[in-house]
């Protein structure tokens, strides 16, 4: 039982509790809240200022005006696919924003940096996490952190309403800005 309070196995006990423990809403108890960093304010893509090496791509319907290029040519379809669709009325590639969703793995806090955030045409603005994924042996772990980030920024509501979603093919991508739309309605 000692050994609980050693590293690794501290480190795990934490991420199996922040895991398993949630609010209960059908008892009556508050849903989960976020913790917002108190030395930060709130990002915006007037703020962004950085230099790359990598390619970039112009873009229409982003405050910036170009997306950097992570990969050869999945990212930039995905860009193409956001900048030229009638749902999206901005977007922004999360490079240099510094806006990241915190979890723990494997007893070690770690921040998944997910590829882009849109704001689609709905009053009120709904905003979509967009991730653009292939293989990635960490998926579940991260998906399960975006989805309880949307949970408690939805919950606690001073920035509006949140989604979250991964598109496996360039071709899922409309739909999902459609389903994005449709869950605001429900």
């Not at 690794?8 to 849903?31: F, M, N, R, S």
């Not at 709904?126 to 949307?150: M, N, Q, S, Y």
Request: aromatic fraction near 10%.
């Amino acid at each position: 039982m000692l050994d609980v309070a050693l590293s690794p196995y501290y480190g795990w006990v934490i991420e199996a509790l922040t895991g398993a423990i949630k609010p209960d809403a059908a008892g009556g108890e508050e849903p989960e809240l976020p913790r917002y960093e108190t030395r930060r304010s709130s990002g915006l893509t007037a703020e962004v200022d950085f230099w790359t090496s990598r390619d970039v791509r112009e873009v229409v319907r982003c405050h910036l005006n170009y997306v950097v290029a992570d990969t050869a040519k999945w990212e930039q379809s995905a860009a193409y696919v956001l900048d030229t669709h009638s749902l999206v009325e901005a977007f922004v590639k999360n490079a240099g924003l510094g806006f990241a969703i915190p979890y723990v793995h494997n007893g070690q806090p770690h921040d998944y940096v997910p590829d882009f955030l849109v704001r689609l045409k709905h009053d009120p603005p709904v905003h979509l996490i967009l991730e653009t994924k292939g293989f990635d042996p960490l998926e579940e772990v991260k998906v399960g952190a975006a989805r309880r980030w949307v949970a408690a920024v939805n919950a606690d509501g001073s920035y509006g309403r949140w989604r979250y979603e991964i598109a496996k093919r360039i071709s899922d991508i409309a739909a999902l800005l459609a389903a994005a739309i449709e869950a605001k309605r429900e």
